[in-house]
């Protein structure tokens, strides 16, 4: 399964879960900054059928500084019965949001996931294939800070086989990790090692 059909299962895992919410978590907040359920979910949809040159309007209008929201604030009007729809109409995700063969719009996809699942109580087992593929790209991609928290330490899930970089081990399960070097502080209590200090130092600054 290539990055564009993972993103598509991704999405339709993500519309599948949705669909059990009530009105009252769909308002709930989530571990992005100031963004409910709802307004995460409009981002995940944020950049399919943008072009670049939308892009570009969408910078100038936030004067380059939050630029999602932005997005996010495009889909405010609709209820949360049609951002349900409007997902499930783009399971496969379309225009920027293919850049990279589709890994961008997975990466997005699954950690925005694990953004609204964790603050609600309800985990989940992110499949194997989609979970090494993601975390690979956030430990290298310039939008993330996954290169910067995970410097000088070596992580090491003890649930995948899968380590990266070298000096002292941050253990845990990988969805945690992945939370932990995309910023998320609420994933380090499940994380330990000799490492975790230095990442959890660098997530505060």
């Known amino acids: 399964m290539n990055a564009l059909e993972m993103a598509t299962a991704e999405r339709l895992d993500l519309a599948n879960f949705l669909a059990t919410l009530t009105p009252g978590q769909w ?13 995460v979910v409009a981002h995940v949809m944020s950049f399919d059928n ?8 969408r910078a100038i209008r936030s004067r380059f500084v939050h630029i999602n929201q932005v997005g ?6 609709l209820s949360t019965e049609q951002l ?3 997902l499930r109409a783009h399971l496969r995700p379309q225009g920027l949001a293919t850049t990279f063969g589709g890994r961008l719009a997975l990466l997005d996809a699954t950690i925005h ?17 989609r979970l090494l593929c993601v975390l690979k790209d956030a430990v290298r ?28 081990e941050v ?17 380090n209590g499940e994380l330990g090692g000799p490492g975790l200090p230095v990442v ?6």
């Open 72 to 77: 996010v604030d495009e889909l405010a009007s």
């Open 141 to 168: 991609s310039p939008e993330l800070p996954g290169r910067r928290l995970a410097r000088g330490v070596r992580l090491a899930p003890t649930d995948l086989d899968w380590s990266h970089g070298s000096g002292p």
């Open 113 to 129: 996931h694990q953004d609204i699942r964790r603050p609600l109580g309800e985990p989940r087992r992110i499949p194997t294939d």
């Open 200 to 205: 959890a130092s660098r997530l505060v600054h």
């Open 84 to 86: 349900l729809t409007m």
């Open 171 to 187: 253990t845990g399960p990988a969805e945690a990790i992945l939370m932990a070097i995309t910023g998320r502080v609420h994933a």
């Open 27 to 39: 308002e709930a907040p989530s571990l992005c900054e100031g963004w409910r359920v709802r307004d």
């Open 50 to 57: 943008v072009s670049l040159f939308g892009m570009l309007r």
